[in-house]
């Protein structure tokens, strides 16, 4: 809360605001002024400078006056001076919600569907929005908030995958354009909050648009890769005449010979993530970009400030940046694959970070383009990231694979402000030099992951273990007919 945008509430008959001492925000002159006897129009007039400085100081004991025309959490709660630390767990519990999401939905995705932990994820996030705009409390504002962050991580990850296994080998740029959806939800974002001038009213705007999402269990089906692998071929058979005869296609006779994979039924787990060589050195590196891109991203946005001063253009031009990168992945991805552009994309985060630091102050238009460059590189990289987990991991393990590795994000994005302020006290230019080792590594390290361009989605582990030698010869033997061709 900024300084000019409260002070400290007196309660007395003199119902003005100045008596407060210098530091207005959180301390107030001990002094009973119903007993005294003193001007409203200018209480501190009898008081010298030199008489005024030995008057005690006190902590404003009876709330604060706000002076921001829009309601906010923080002035919901009080969430300043001594509890000012309260507002960085708001968002601290809303990661580890993220992070307990990709946990816990993610399995049960693989375990009991797609759709229906989708579903059930959309309830859930607008169910705790609803209590997050009315909760009586903070100890319950929290609580839902970070029931919001499980669902919400729900909600992201098992549509992405959904989506990702509809289509064919060659449709799966579908998974970029949802993201440019993403973006345009950032953009729109700021309008709201500028119409709206109460933080209930931005919540409730942005929370109950969820339960129309449950409209989709009439009109979204169940993942017919998943079905194949929980051995319901019949299930996924229909399904998939169903889609043909509504894009006007049909099935080939061989599809009425389907077969369901011949390993047995298991739930997914952490080990099977890293149990084989190829399976852990993806995860690890997996791993480590979902970190570094979440980490590097908010570090980056923190940092610009971008336009500086105002916060609904700032946001805007924030998800506005957004947009030429997912149009360059668009024409780069399909082109010449997915590995070099997630190499480039990091390497060039890192180099546009390094030059940043050292560019002198006074060239102010050269050092925000070109830090602007490199929040242009980690967001290209941020978005393949998405794309290439979801093709790197077998059906099997694919929804719980992608958010244990997404939870990285999550923590990235916890360590995120805590990295920059602490090092920029050290140094101002000291984050950036960090962003630019991260990235650069970032991109060294991606280089060992196959490409995945027009290759058919891995069904099984033993699928995964043989990317790298297939990919190599520009496509692979399948195993399984891909069962999206009919889309």
């Excluded at 509890?83 to 601290?92: E, I, K, M, R, S």
């Excluded at 099984?460 to 043989?466: A, F, I, L, P």
Aim: aromatic share 12%; charged share 15%; hydrophobic share 45%.
């Amino acid at each position: 809360m900024d300084a000019a945008e409260m002070v400290c509430l007196i309660t007395s008959n003199c119902t003005c605001n100045c008596c407060v001492s210098s530091n207005g925000q959180c301390e107030r002159f001990d002094i009973d002024w119903n007993n005294i006897s003193v001007s409203c129009a200018n209480p501190l007039a009898h008081f010298t400078n030199s008489s005024l400085g030995s008057v005690p100081l006190t902590t404003c004991q009876n709330g604060w006056v706000y002076r921001h025309p829009h309601s906010s959490v923080v002035s919901e709660y009080n969430l300043v001076c001594d509890n000012a630390w309260l507002l960085d767990v708001t968002q601290g519990v809303l990661n580890l919600g993220f992070l307990t999401g990709a946990f816990t939905l993610g399995y049960a995705a693989d375990r009991y569907g797609r759709i229906l932990v989708f579903l059930f994820s959309c309830l859930g996030v607008g169910v705790c929005g609803i209590v997050v705009a009315f909760a009586p409390n903070f100890s319950i504002f929290l609580i839902f908030r970070f029931l919001q962050g499980v669902f919400g991580k729900g909600t992201w990850m098992t549509c992405y995958v959904i989506v990702t296994e509809m289509v064919g080998s060659d449709q799966r740029l579908v998974g970029i354009v949802i993201q440019m959806f993403f973006t345009l939800g950032i953009m729109i974002l700021p309008g709201i909050a500028y119409l709206i001038p109460t933080w209930q009213g931005i919540q409730l705007a942005i929370t109950l648009p969820n339960f129309l999402f449950l409209l989709y269990y009439w009109a979204v089906p169940e993942s017919p890769r998943w079905l194949l692998t929980r051995k319901k071929g019949e299930k996924a058979l229909k399904i998939m005449h169903t889609i043909a005869k509504h894009n006007g296609r049909y099935l080939s006779p061989h599809y009425s010979e389907i077969t369901v994979i011949n390993e047995e039924v298991t739930n997914p787990s952490f080990f099977d993530l890293v149990r084989t060589p190829r399976m852990r050195q993806y995860t690890l590196i997996l791993m480590y970009a979902w970190f570094t891109s979440a980490l590097v991203y908010q570090g980056l946005v923190m940092r610009l400030g971008i336009a500086g001063g105002n916060l609904y253009l700032d946001f805007f031009i924030s998800g506005a940046v957004e947009l030429p990168a997912a149009l360059l992945i668009l024409l780069t991805i399909d082109r010449i694959g997915r590995r070099l552009p997630f190499v480039i994309s990091n390497i060039v985060a890192g180099v546009a970070c390094l030059i940043t630091a050292f560019l002198p102050e006074d060239i102010k238009w050269l050092k925000t383009s070109v830090a602007t460059l490199g929040r242009l590189g980690i967001t290209m990289a941020f978005e393949i990231v998405y794309l290439v987990n979801s093709e790197l991991y077998p059906t099997t393990l694919r929804n719980f694979g992608v958010s244990l590795c997404s939870g990285l994000c999550d923590i990235g994005g916890f360590i995120a402000p805590f990295l920059l302020f602490r090092l920029a006290a050290i140094w101002l230019e000291l984050p950036l030099i960090i962003f630019s080792i991260l990235a650069t590594v970032c991109g060294v390290l991606v280089f060992f992951l196959p490409e995945t361009k027009g290759i058919s989605l891995p069904e099984t582990v033993e699928d995964v273990e043989q990317l790298s030698s297939l990919s190599s010869k520009n496509g692979r033997k399948k195993k399984h007919q891909d069962t999206t061709s009919y889309i």
